[in-house]
């Protein structure tokens, strides 16, 4: 049994159901160890059906008393000026966090790339873990059914309702806003110059032209986190917290917009300072979250390249 063959599909269904790319890949280590000490007998379906079973049981686990993992919006209201305090950071356990693009995007599956935002797998944390499985196995990866039946030990029925009550509470919790990286797409590829040029040039005021009138601007770890333009063109304007001499770097993560922010260190070599996802809707920019842990990241990630 090849079972690296699977590790990349089932790495990007463990990030659904985790919201940590950390917890996904300790998931599916953890699957294939099971794997290996149990045989492979054709009860649970096919093999892939198999280790997607076990794959699921290992998230369950891990999710066990767990704290839902969240995004800045979720957790409290926005700041109410763009000067802030920004307060004690949280334990990386609280947040959804962030995962490269290479380890949950098979290159011989298509895949709905817009099912990694960082808004729709914050919105998954909100079910149950056997209603998140049946719905990502069910709207995300199309599976049957009878398949998911199967792997979960249980009737068509049984899954049909869980879907069911799984797409309700989904409804009430809807994601954000938002679109995924489209390359190819002549209009978000200029958005996302424009947005880009205008930071790294320090131009607030085309910067902040860019975003939509109820933008959002958060920062793992911390709780703080800002909504609307005139919020926001305070905060990139305050002296102490000011952008000047960063650059973007493209970063290839959640199927989004993303870059390294790095800014000169000491010696005047410029060092990465965050990692920022954005979420574009149409002719605007509608979410910048910008992770602070960069220690953790670029042990994922790779340093910006």
């Known amino acids: ?104 995007l098979p290159e ?31 709207d995300v990866l199309c599976w049957h059914a009878d398949e998911v039946a199967v792997l979960l030990d249980c009737t068509v029925a049984s899954v049909t309702s869980a879907l069911q009550r799984a797409r309700a509470t989904l409804r009430t919790v809807a994601p954000a806003p938002g679109e995924p990286l489209r390359p190819a797409d002549d209009a978000q590829r200029r958005l996302l110059a424009r947005y880009c040029d205008a930071f790294e040039r320090h131009d607030v005021d085309t910067l902040v032209a860019l975003l939509h009138e109820d933008a959002t601007m958060t920062m793992p770890p911390f709780v703080w986190w800002l909504r609307g333009r005139d919020h926001i063109r305070a905060a990139l304007l305050d002296p102490a917290a000011s952008c000047a001499g960063a650059r973007l770097v493209p970063v290839a993560a959640n199927a989004s917009p993303a870059y390294w922010q790095t800014r000169p260190g000491p010696d005047g070599a410029h060092v990465p300072f965050g990692l920022v996802l954005i979420d574009v809707a149409g002719p605007r920019v509608v979410s910048v979250t910008t992770y602070l842990d960069v220690d953790r990241l670029v042990g994922l990630f790779g340093p910006p390249g």
């Open 108 to 138: 011989d599956r298509v895949v709905r790339r817009e099912t990694l935002r960082l808004a729709f797998v914050a919105a998954l944390q909100h079910l149950p873990p056997r209603q998140r499985a049946v719905l990502i196995l069910r």
């Open 1 to 104: 049994m090849l079972l690296e063959s699977y590790r990349t599909e089932l790495t990007g269904y463990c990030y659904r159901m985790l919201g940590s790319g950390f917890e996904a890949e300790d998931a599916v280590q953890e699957t294939f160890v099971r794997a290996w000490r149990s045989a492979y007998d054709g009860r649970r379906g096919s093999e892939r059906t198999w280790l997607y079973a076990i794959a699921t049981n290992v998230c369950i686990d891990m999710l066990r008393s767990a704290q839902r993992r969240a995004l800045a919006v979720d957790l409290g209201p926005a700041a109410e000026a763009g000067a802030a305090d920004f307060g004690p950071p949280l334990g990386e356990h609280r947040w959804v966090m962030p995962v490269p693009d290479a380890r949950v």
